[in-house]
């Protein structure tokens, strides 16, 4: 079970933490944040590979930082200086155990930012 918390309405230029708390070890799991704005299909915003290698869209590279901490099983992103098109409902997902394909969800967390 993935748990994801830290949404809300912003105002443009914020930088929220968004967090994704799992019900079991996070070790092993490779670990993703997407989101998906109104209207628009579900993108790849970060992940963060079980060996911990980190890559980025090009959309936010830059001003969004994902972290895990496996001893606290949660993932986070860290958001800077936030824009209206951030706004979207942010998911969190995971692999299989050393797997590849993020097929496991959990329920989105909405970020709105105001401008």
């Known amino acids: 079970h993935l748990q994801a918390s830290g949404g809300g309405l912003v105002q443009a230029g914020w930088s929220p933490r968004l967090s994704c708390a799992a019900s079991g070890s996070i070790f092993g799991y490779g670990l993703a944040w997407y989101r998906q704005a109104p209207g628009k299909q579900r993108e790849l915003v970060a992940s963060?590979?079980?060996?911990?290698?980190?890559s980025y869209s090009h959309s936010v590279e830059g001003r969004v930082t994902i972290s895990r901490d496996n001893t606290k099983k949660t993932v986070y992103l860290q958001m800077n200086s936030l824009k209206a098109e951030d706004t979207a409902v942010y998911y969190c997902?995971?692999?299989?155990?050393?797997?590849?394909?993020?097929?496991?969800w959990g329920q989105g967390t909405l970020v709105t930012v105001s401008s």
């Open positions: 963060s590979a079980r060996g911990g290698v980190t």
């Open positions: 997902a995971r692999t299989q155990y050393f797997g590849s394909t993020y097929n496991y």
